[in-house]
């Protein structure tokens, strides 16, 4: 049942022994029952077997087409050839924060209904807020240099329980990323649009999540390059905008400068200084979503070009200022446009209508300039496809859900979490019929949950570790402060929009919580049977001893496939012995060290595992001695086990004509459909692909009461 080598998976690697509980419908075996070779022997030939040439099926055929061929894992260059540079991750993460000027600033400018004369301190408090939230998480990029953003950093620095927290509102935050994304860019394109064409807008949203679903499958590389250019258009377009805007109205800045103050004089003798600055942090708060994408970045280091961090940070600042001006801009050009609501249309379309109306060639500039935000948007729900399924992937790691989150597919990506992410936002769009109103508030929501947890916790461990923390004051005062401004944002949206969606928010990631810790305490209960089961296995002591040599390859052979060196993998080389005594000479051990998303570095993390599966199967080979029987090991290293294992299997039959094949599986007393999901069914898979090859494969129980 081959696993990945470096797997922290309870299930599948306890060191523990099958002595301690006997299996009444498996006979034990005891190394005693065999004879102990003594003296120097010549260590067995291995093999580390090379991927085989099978013909290609035609559904092989097509999904190489969409998404792609397999990647060599041993190839020197692919992690470089994979990873982003600055620009590219710029527009791969950094399009979540610019996108969001499309829906955020509208918000908040909406809110102040008709004291517009704050647009401009709005403006000013966007751009701080942004410049204080992005270089807290250049900090925590710093502390954090292998990624991981909000889950990570409230688990190592808050504890286990504040993780799970942070990282599931992070993956409900994910989903509504991509959804909001996808529904913001319908509500832009449908803006320059005939109203009839309005009955296909939900059906060609879910195009586009389908669309992106498959592209990210394909790889992350892949999908920002093909990107880049639209992203260009919307950055090249909104700056001509926010500049041509302000440089056409700069005869008439003094009168507007004028009226702000004649508004805000009037403002104070209607509202009162109380009622101005509630109005004015209410109209901030709810423009939240501006700042919705600042943490993807921290995220996704791991997928970017050495060296990382300083590619992060790079990502960083290029995104905080795109971010700044271009939100900023906007709400200064609402102002000095006179902008106002009109059904239908969003904000920043009635902006570029009302700027174009005179101009040549106006209208054309005007449908490039939302289009181009229409596509940005769709480019933005990249980083829920991309950050999403990393999240999922840590989790996995630490057992919070099923490890499967973890394992890559043959293109090096998280395939099931992107899967699991367009399944999600698919459903969310359907809830909300792509209401963009009601997804940002149940978006901000998460989003400020996990930004406030990450600046608490950083501020906690600066002000803790002062001593060894070069100018701590300086950083724990911008976490400080940018706690303050998230939690103020938190509170104030969960307040006045809980009625509005917010409640459901709350509901679906409790939920989530609480689904974490079922799944993580049945893996610990699944963990502590298997100990007690396989308690004795440690006292088994095979040393160090070379495997004997197999002399004669077309004598019966038992195969046993292992997943690492531990209850499992023993109790069923003692089994075969047991079960079928003085009957097969040869042993052959196979197993697959598969790399997921917690073990991929690039070459030099193939190479490592490549060593520790070898190590681990030289143990069984030293167990082999210990039994006096003859020995040698496959393997291979790749990124799904049960196809690997196939054709290592195929190999074996050829070498060794006279084989059976053994794999140990944990059988539960009472079989439940999530047990499937939780725990891998490779065993059963082999088996299947063995029998239709007329081989013979024996499934040896490890029973979990």
Not at 106 to 114: D, I, N, R, S, V
Not at 275 to 302: K, Q, R
Not at 512 to 536: N, S, W
Not at 673 to 686: K, M
Request: aromatic share 8%.
């Amino acid at each position: 049942m081959p696993t990945p080598a470096n797997s922290s998976q309870p299930s599948e690697r306890p060191e523990v022994d099958p002595q301690a509980r006997r299996d009444p419908t498996v006979p034990h075996a005891s190394p005693s029952s065999h004879p102990r070779v003594s003296g120097k022997t010549p260590p067995a030939t291995t093999v580390a077997v090379e991927p085989a040439d099978s013909p290609e099926t035609v559904v092989a055929r097509v999904r190489r087409m969409v998404f792609g061929k397999p990647r060599d894992l041993r190839d020197g260059n692919l992690f470089h050839s994979i990873s982003l540079i600055p620009f590219l991750a710029w527009v791969g993460l950094g399009a979540d924060g610019l996108s969001s000027s499309a829906y955020g600033p509208e918000e908040a400018f909406k809110t102040l209904g008709t004291h517009t004369y704050m647009a401009i301190g709005l403006a000013l408090v966007t751009g701080i807020t942004v410049a204080i939230i992005s270089a807290a998480y250049r900090g925590i990029i710093e502390a954090f240099p292998h990624g991981g953003g909000g889950y990570l950093v409230a688990s190592k620095l808050l504890g286990r329980s504040a993780g799970v927290v942070s990282g599931s509102a992070l993956l409900v935050d994910y989903v509504l990323t991509i959804t909001v994304s996808i529904a913001a860019a319908g509500d832009v394109i449908f803006s320059f649009l005939p109203a009839t064409w309005m009955s296909i807008k939900l059906p060609m949203e879910i195009g586009f999540i389908l669309s992106l679903t498959a592209l990210n499958i394909r790889g992350v590389r892949e999908s920002a390059i093909a990107l880049a250019p639209i992203f260009m258009i919307f950055v090249l377009s909104h700056v001509a905008v926010i500049v041509g805007g302000v440089l056409a109205h700069a005869s008439a800045i003094p009168s507007t400068a004028r009226a702000v103050a004649s508004g805000f004089s009037n403002g104070l003798g209607t509202l009162g200084a109380g009622g101005m600055m509630l109005l004015f942090i209410h109209a901030y708060s709810l423009g939240g979503g501006t700042y919705t994408g600042i943490e993807a970045v921290s995220n996704g280091v791991p997928i970017m070009r050495e060296p990382r961090v300083y590619t992060a940070k790079r990502t960083m600042l290029y995104m905080a200022v795109s971010l700044a001006f271009t939100a900023a801009g906007l709400l200064v050009c609402y102002l000095l446009w006179d902008v106002a609501p009109v059904p239908g249309k969003t904000l920043n379309a009635v902006l570029v209508e009302k700027m174009t109306a005179h101009i040549p060639f106006g209208t054309p500039l005007a449908i490039i300039t939302l289009l181009s935000e229409g596509v940005l948007l769709i480019v933005a729900a990249q980083a829920g496809f991309l950050d999403g399924p990393r999240v999922l992937a840590n989790m996995a790691i630490d057992h919070w859900v099923p490890r499967r989150f973890a394992a890559l597919s043959d293109r090096l990506t998280t395939q099931n979490g992107i899967v699991v992410m367009g399944g999600a936002s698919l459903a969310a769009l359907a809830y909300t019929g792509g209401d963009v109103g009601k997804l940002v508030v149940m978006y901000s929501i998460n989003v400020f949950l996990t930004f406030s947890l990450s600046m608490f916790a950083m501020a906690k461990e600066t002000i803790a570790t002062r001593a060894r923390v070069a100018h701590w004051r300086r950083k724990a005062g911008l976490f400080v402060v940018g706690f303050i401004m998230c939690a103020t944002i938190l509170a104030i949206t969960v307040v006045e929009k809980f009625r509005e969606g917010g409640w459901l928010t709350l509901l679906v990631t409790l939920g989530v919580v609480a689904l974490c810790f079922v799944i993580r305490g049945h893996y610990r209960k699944v963990e502590l049977q298997l100990a007690h089961l396989y308690h004795d296995v440690r006292q088994i002591d095979c040393g160090t001893a070379p495997a004997l040599p197999i002399s004669n390859s077309k004598a019966p052979t038992a195969c046993v496939l292992v997943p690492s060196y531990g209850g499992v993998g023993i109790h069923t080389v003692l089994n075969v012995f047991r079960a079928f005594p003085n009957h097969f000479q040869n042993l052959v051990f196979v197993s697959v060290g598969v790399i997921d998303s917690g073990g991929f570095k690039g070459a030099d993390g193939v190479e490592e595992l490549d060593a520790s599966t070898k190590g681990m199967l030289a143990q069984y080979g030293s167990l082999a001695t210990t039994l006096g029987v003859s020995s040698t090991f496959r393997y291979s290293v790749g990124t799904d086990a049960v196809a690997e294992a196939e054709r290592i299997c195929r190999q074996v039959m050829l070498d060794f004509p006279v084989v059976t094949f053994f794999g140990g599986k944990i059988i539960f007393a009472r079989e439940q459909w999530y047990q499937r999901l939780l725990h891998n069914e490779t065993a059963i898979a082999i088996q299947k692909r063995l029998y239709w090859r007329g081989a013979t494969m024996v499934i040896l129980p490890a029973r979990v009461t």
